[in-house]
């Protein structure tokens, strides 16, 4: 089955995909949306800061996963983000049931939901 499943990131790094920008910035309330990024320790071969997904991590050792998320929740609360892009779906499914559990009004969404829509003009 791994042999089946690529992370799209690195689908779209391999096929050399020119990445335009959208036609405008995602808009909030009517200003732009205030993003950030969280990138996949995945990609970076296990040397970036997980957010305590990690595969199985979340379920097998819960107290060490919530020890990783601890600062990225603290990070997120102090910038208060509109959107938290991710890479992931793992990291995407930590994150966001951790925000929505301490009542960050940040959304989490994978980076495939924010290109589809700003290139449908969704604001």
């Given amino acids: 089955m791994t042999a089946l499943a690529a992370d ?4 779209v ?3 050399n995909v020119e990445v335009r920008p959208p036609p405008g910035p995602i808009r909030v309330g009517g200003r732009p949306a205030r993003l950030g990024l969280q990138d996949s320790c995945q990609l970076c071969d296990g040397v970036g800061d997980c957010c ?18 601890a600062p990225k929740l603290a990070a997120l609360a102090e910038l ?15 994150l966001s049931s951790a ?9 989490v969404v994978h980076f495939a939901e924010l290109v589809v829509a700003a290139r449908d003009g969704r604001r």
């Fill in 80 to 94: 208060d983000l509109d959107f938290l892009v991710v890479v992931n779906p793992g990291c995407q499914r930590q």
């Fill in 8 to 11: 799209l990131g690195r689908i």
């Fill in 99 to 107: 925000a929505r559990r301490v009542g960050l009004r940040t959304r």
């Fill in 52 to 69: 305590g997904a990690a595969g199985t991590c979340a379920i097998l050792r819960p107290r060490d996963s919530r020890r990783m998320l």
């Fill in 13 to 15: 790094g391999a096929a």
